[in-house]
């Protein structure tokens, strides 16, 4: 058996034998891939608090973020686009990368329209 066939990827229910350790060594357990989301697309998570940010310094205004725990246990502090929002605590939300430039630190942001984040209201002239 290759030394391939022995590598334990997410998912993977058996082990090596101990002929193969004594030849190959332990096989290594893959790294998660870096980043808030760790390789998923999109993730779904709870709103533990609301937040209001200020930018880095050529920008002033309020950015709306929410901290965030993610299904996998992390929390993130996620910006939230569009102009208003209807979010509390205890509300779920899906959370997909992009970073907003002015706020340190926030590398994520709410997708509006799933869950329990309302999509943006149009405004009526």
Not at 47 to 57: D, M, N, Y
Not at 98 to 125: E, F, S
């Amino acid at each position: 058996m290759a030394a391939a066939g022995l590598f334990l990827g997410r998912g993977t229910r058996w082990m090596a034998t101990l002929a193969q350790m004594h030849r190959l060594g332990r096989p290594k357990r893959p790294p998660r891939p870096p980043g808030p989301l760790e390789g998923h697309p999109q993730l779904k998570g709870v709103v533990l608090k609301t937040l209001i940010r200020k930018p880095k310094k050529p920008n002033s205004a309020n950015r709306k973020c929410a901290l965030v725990r993610l299904s996998t246990g992390r929390e993130l502090v996620c910006f939230i686009p569009g102009e208003g929002h209807n979010l509390q605590e205890h509300m779920a939300v899906l959370v997909e990368g992009g970073r907003k430039q002015d706020l340190p630190g926030v590398k994520v942001r709410i997708v509006r329209g799933k869950y329990d984040c309302a999509h943006v209201k149009k405004k009526t002239a």
